[in-house]
């Protein structure tokens, strides 16, 4: 895997190439994601600020709000630039803020794809990813699912999210598995086994959960290259993303659009040899 020289783009699927730095929808929905935003005009404002500044990857969910976040990024982008790839995820139930039932059922999963499609405006998704695996539901009867919906065209192609290899496996003997979005941080590296499956595999790794899992130790390693840099914690722990594999595509989300702009900062922050590391060396809780 890389340790140094950053890949600006990665081609998902073989055919889908974007900006290895976007942006994760989750944020611009309501507390709890639950619900409309505090600040409507805002969500709106950073969606379509986040283009602006090249990104060209969207990730978002039927989960999110629920509903919200795939209806402003209809709102905002709508029709979408050509190069933009929205991915979008089925395979939650929401009851309340923070409340989050996995179901994978196909019936469910059937209703969650055409809700997204509706939602998004589109008779395609380029991305569509199971949310989770459902420990009620054969993994395969949901894979079966998703094969039919992509040879239906509703589908272009399909990722996983909080897999195993084993679960990546299972999965392709269905479809190629062209991305796995799993938790990972610089101070969180339980699944370093998947990252480095899907790298050999040329498989897209989407790590949610990137700015770090509150390690102390590790906070004051990022501050302190934070400082050699005069950039932010965030900014150093998104950087170190980048650099780690070429595979990786980032979405750190936001409301604000202020602290978008700080986040795509990452992407021409130049950490040297002694960073990386110090960075390396820490013990991942």
């Known amino acids: 895997m890389s340790t140094k020289t950053i890949n600006d783009t990665f081609r998902v699927g073989g055919d889908l190439t974007v900006n290895r730095l976007g942006y994760g929808a989750m944020r611009i929905t309501g507390e709890g994601i639950w619900g409309p ?27 999110y709000g629920p509903d919200v976040s795939e209806e ?15 991915a979008t995820k089925g395979g939650f139930e ?4 923070n409340v989050w039932n996995v179901n994978s059922h196909p ?25 989770r695996i459902d420990p009620k539901v054969p993994a395969e009867k949901s894979f079966a699912f998703l094969r039919k ?9 399909i990722g996983l999210s909080e897999v195993s290899v084993d679960d990546i496996q299972r999965a392709q ?37 990137p700015l770090s899992a509150g390690n102390v130790a590790a906070q004051q390693t990022l501050k302190n290259i934070a400082d050699r840099h005069n950039a932010t914690v965030h900014q150093v722990a998104l950087s170190w993303l980048l650099h780690r594999a070429d595979n990786i595509l980032l979405i750190p ?11 795509m900062k990452a992407a021409v922050l130049d950490l040297n040899d002694l960073d990386l590391r110090e960075l390396n060396a820490i013990a991942p809780v």
């Open 173 to 209: 003997k269905f479809f190629p598995v062209v991305s796995v979005q799993n938790m990972y941080s610089v101070d969180n590296r339980k699944w370093e086994a998947v990252l480095e499956y899907t790298h050999k595999n040329s498989i897209a790794f989407i790590p949610w959960y």
């Open 107 to 131: 019936d469910h999963l059937k209703r969650a794809l055409e809700g997204s499609l509706k939602r998004l405006k589109l008779e395609q998704i380029d991305l569509y990813q199971l949310h």
């Open 72 to 86: 402003l990024i209809a709102e905002a982008l709508h029709p979408y630039p050509k190069d933009l790839v929205i």
């Open 94 to 97: 929401r009851s309340g803020p």
């Open 37 to 63: 935003p505090a600040d409507k005009a805002e969500a709106l404002r950073v969606l379509k600020r986040a283009v602006e500044l090249g990104v060209n990857f969207i990730d978002t969910a039927d989960s």
């Open 253 to 263: 989300g936001t409301s604000r659009v202020k602290h978008l702009e700080d986040n």
């Open 149 to 157: 919906a992509q040879e239906e065209g509703k589908i272009k192609h």
